[in-house]
């Protein structure tokens, strides 16, 4: 099947590529694009997708000790089989057997099958299955690390985890969030949260973010200078994007035991103006 599978029915259109399982366009009908992707951003097999929506396993970040390379696990770099599509659905797959050669396998060399099921209509929905297929129980991190285009993001607000507690990866420590976030530097934080999220973008538009399976939600703005110092981010671009993750992040891994699963999905909808 082809590598980008394109999407185009009533409610929406949608881009989904094999390369990662990366959904780079998610635009529902009469409406703006929701997701942001680089205008540098690399499509190259074998490197990060900057933008739409990166799938993070079996690690997220540098891992449970700070240690695991490349930064949030080989998925996103690896090219996934597309098994199904519909109208209106793509699904695809990556197992041990298609990352034998891939940077990090070394490092979690387990036997899995991971299933990403896209979903493209007035709600764009992804869920991320993973399926122990060997004979031994293994732990997992994973997320999906989904990038917003918002109108500036000084006016940007997020609703959903006041009362959370927050690993910051800025400042260092943890914190309780206290009411809407808002955005005034580089912000890196893990909250530990199953809430739904309102993101409100600083033009009255609303994007709702409905998410299962997902202990944490990270919330991630580079900012000016760390926008800067990456190659495929334009330098204004930091002022247009939020990234809003479901994940299980360190901490939250998730065990599976042979033959076991595991669904982390996420649901985003554009709710009307109240
Ligand atoms: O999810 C937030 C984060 O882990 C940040 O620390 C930031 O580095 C971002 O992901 C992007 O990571 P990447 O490896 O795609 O450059």
């Known amino acids: 099947m082809s590598d980008v599978v394109r999407i185009d029915n009533p409610a929406a259109t949608g ?23 680089s205008p540098l951003a690399d499509l190259t ?9 990166p799938v993070c396993f079996p ?13 949030h696990g080989f998925a996103r770099n690896a090219i996934w089989t597309v098994v199904e599509t519909t109208d209106e659905s793509v699904r695809l ?20 099958t991971l299933e990403l ?4 209509g007035a709600e764009l929905a992804l869920e991320l299955t993973c399926t122990n ?7 997992y991190g994973s997320a999906l690390h989904t990038y917003f285009r918002v109108a500036d993001i000084g006016r940007t607000t997020v609703a959903g985890l006041g ?17 809407p976030i808002r955005f005034t530097g580089e912000t890196d934080r893990v909250y530990e949260s199953v809430a739904d999220v309102v993101v409100e973008d600083g033009s009255g538009r609303r994007i709702m973010i409905i998410k299962t399976g ?24 930091w002022a247009q994007m939020l990234c809003i993750e479901a994940a299980n992040a360190a901490g939250h891994e998730i065990t599976l035991a042979p033959g076991e699963s595991h669904t982390l999905s996420q649901r985003i909808k554009l709710p009307s103006t109240p």
Request: hydrophobic content about 40%; cysteine-free.
């Open 15 to 37: 881009e989904v590529h094999a390369h990662g399982a990366h959904v780079t366009d998610w635009t529902p009908a009469g409406a703006e694009p929701v997701l942001w992707l």
């Open 45 to 53: 097999p074998g490197s990060a997708i900057r933008g739409g929506v």
């Open 59 to 71: 690690w997220f970040g540098d891992g449970p000790d700070d240690a695991y390379e490349p930064k």
């Open 93 to 112: 797959r990556l197992t041990d057997a298609d990352v034998t050669d891939l940077p990090g396998r070394d490092r979690w060399q387990h036997a899995f």
């Open 117 to 120: 099921v896209v979903t493209v």
């Open 133 to 139: 297929s060997g004979a031994e129980d293994f732990s």
């Open 163 to 179: 009362g959370a507690t927050y690993l910051d990866k800025v400042a260092g420590g943890s914190a309780v969030q206290d009411g």
């Open 214 to 237: 997902s202990a944490d939600t990270v919330v991630w703005n580079p900012w000016q200078d760390r926008a800067a110092a990456m190659a495929d981010f334009p330098d204004d671009g």
